[in-house]
């Protein structure tokens, strides 16, 4: 099932302007501040009515103009996660989680005890919210949308009042949701990294308006959106199978590039894992270096070059994927690049953090 959007909305002063279609898995809607990726979500919920537009879910129509069809909220089935949890102070963890199965259709839905196994809640029913940290607030939220059984899933920036440690444990959760749940979730954020790991389908948006829309993995190995996207936050995604466990607290991971070796990941062996590498993280060598404390060398081959006022962004392919460099403009001339040319990149372990890596 997929949801499609397609929206036309006069603001003072702004324009939204959008359309696009979200598959099973998660899309998610990227921009600046201000660039409408919160009125969109809205319009899905029902909360904005945009001047035109027509939005379905699956076979159901939740938004026609041209036909006067504008469903309710309630009737919508979905579930929305909020920036802040909005959990009821007065309810236990199992209270909130039950009430959410108040809003469930008849057919069957979600297992309680499924969902709070996949969110790790067990340890919570007897809480209530204010002795849960911000974390475990946001897991019951979830929770919460999931047994209202909804065909689609928004979520607006949920890690946005969560700092950096607090986001590294429910990463996990929503790659669970992505790859467990056969629903589609929209799910807005400005935090590129994030979407990296994340993200089957992404969504840019600048100004109201789609800049490009399509597989995440395409999108962000593109040099010539790398801009938009924000150049100090440029990067893309490698796969790799977790093969060993060494003894000195690394993993290996075999990659069409060859070998990468990355600070201790707790995942079984086999396991396939999706690896964000920022361009400003990697070195070129057009032979193959020796006597370097990074271990990770990678074999890739020059697909395009991009040159501006910034620097230059490159665009490797590694086997059928694509990663990203940025280095200098003077770099890029003294090793005198070009496309279809052997590479060697060169990436330290330890500049991928844990965070940028989960599951593909």
């Known amino acids: 099932m997929s949801l499609t959007v397609a929206l036309d909305h006069r603001f003072p002063g702004f324009t939204l302007e959008v359309n696009f279609t979200a598959p099973p898995g998660l899309?998610?809607?990227f921009g600046k501040s201000g660039s409408g990726k919160t009125s969109v979500i809205n319009a899905v919920a029902g909360i904005l009515?945009?001047?035109?537009?027509?939005?379905t879910s699956g076979e159901i129509t939740l938004l026609?103009?041209?036909h006067a069809i504008n469903l309710p909220p309630h009737r919508r089935r979905l579930g929305y996660v909020f920036q802040d949890a909005r959990l009821f102070p007065h309810l236990t963890v199992r209270q909130n989680l039950?009430?959410?199965?108040w809003f469930s259709p008849k057919t069957k839905g979600p297992n309680f005890d499924d969902i709070v196994v996949?969110?790790?809640?067990?340890a919570l029913l007897a809480r209530r919210p204010q002795a849960l940290s911000g974390g475990e607030k946001s897991r019951v939220a979830i929770g919460r949308a999931l047994l209202s059984n909804p065909a689609l899933l928004l979520m607006d920036e949920p890690f946005a009042a969560l700092d950096e440690a607090r986001k590294a444990e429910l990463l996990p959760y929503i790659e669970a949701l992505r790859d467990h749940t056969q629903i589609p979730i929209l799910y807005v954020s400005h935090a590129l990294a994030e979407v990296a790991r994340l993200a089957t389908t992404l969504v840019v948006l600048d100004q109201g308006r789609i800049l490009r829309a399509g597989s995440a993995a395409d999108l962000l190995s593109?040099?010539?959106?790398?801009?938009?996207?924000?150049?100090?936050?440029a990067g893309a995604t490698l796969t790799g199978t977790l093969i060993a466990q060494d003894?000195?607290?690394?993993s290996q991971l075999q990659s069409a590039g060859g070998p990468i070796w990355l600070p201790t990941i707790?995942?079984?062996?086999?396991?396939?894992l999706r690896i964000r590498i920022a361009a400003q993280d990697v070195i070129l060598s057009r032979t193959r270096p020796e006597g370097l404390s990074a271990l990770n060398i990678l074999q890739a081959t020059i697909s395009e070059i991009r040159l501006s006022d910034d620097g230059a962004l490159i665009q490797l392919a590694v086997g059928s994927e694509h990663m990203l460099a940025r280095i200098t403009a003077r770099s890029a001339k003294a090793l005198s690049l070009s496309p279809g040319q052997p590479i060697f990149a060169i990436v330290k372990s330890v500049a991928v953090a844990q965070t940028d890596v989960g599951t593909r």
């Open 27 to 29: 899309t998610a809607l």
């Open 49 to 55: 009515r945009p001047d035109q537009g027509r939005i």
């Open 64 to 66: 026609d103009t041209a």
């Open 98 to 101: 039950n009430y959410g199965r």
């Open 118 to 122: 996949l969110l790790g809640l067990n």
């Open 222 to 233: 593109d040099p010539d959106l790398a801009p938009a996207l924000g150049l100090r936050d």
């Open 247 to 250: 003894a000195d607290g690394l």
């Open 266 to 272: 707790a995942a079984n062996l086999g396991t396939t």
